[in-house]
């Protein structure tokens, strides 16, 4: 299992970036898939998520309205579309994916946490 993501960078507040996450090893919709982010000194947060079976993601109050999260399966890859940013969303964002096919929901494995983590992108938002 490889999951390599991209399109980290520094934006202005109110700005927009879309991550990437290219997926290897193993076919995106067979597994829950999302994204997680971690600040300096702060805790890993699950910022989006979706269960194998759901049919709407789960994201987090903080980016609810504001990131989307797709994916595109005939790429093998996740996005997280990121608009009206702001400087609390500085972090390192993972991509990250379940080890087993279950029926539990996004909002189950980003309280939860997943199993395979790639290496993170660095979002900053600063003026």
């Known amino acids: 299992v490889q999951l390599q993501a991209s399109g980290g960078g520094l934006v202005q507040p109110g700005g927009s970036l879309r991550l990437s996450c290219a997926a290897s090893?193993?076919?995106?919709?067979?597994?829950?898939i999302g994204w997680f982010r971690q600040a300096p000194g702060k805790e890993r947060e699950g910022v989006s998520c979706i269960g194998r079976s759901d049919t709407t993601p789960y994201y987090a109050d903080s980016v609810k309205g504001r990131f989307t999260i797709s994916r595109d399966n005939a790429k093998n890859t996740l996005y997280l579309q990121m608009n009206s940013l702001k400087p609390e969303d500085t972090a390192v964002y993972y991509c990250?994916?379940?080890?087993?096919?279950?029926?539990?929901?996004?909002?189950?494995?980003?309280?939860?946490?997943?199993?395979?983590w790639g290496k993170g992108t660095l979002v900053t938002v600063s003026s």
């Open positions: 090893g193993f076919t995106l919709d067979d597994y829950a």
């Open positions: 990250v994916t379940a080890r087993r096919r279950t029926s539990y929901s996004g909002g189950y494995y980003c309280r939860r946490g997943m199993d395979y």
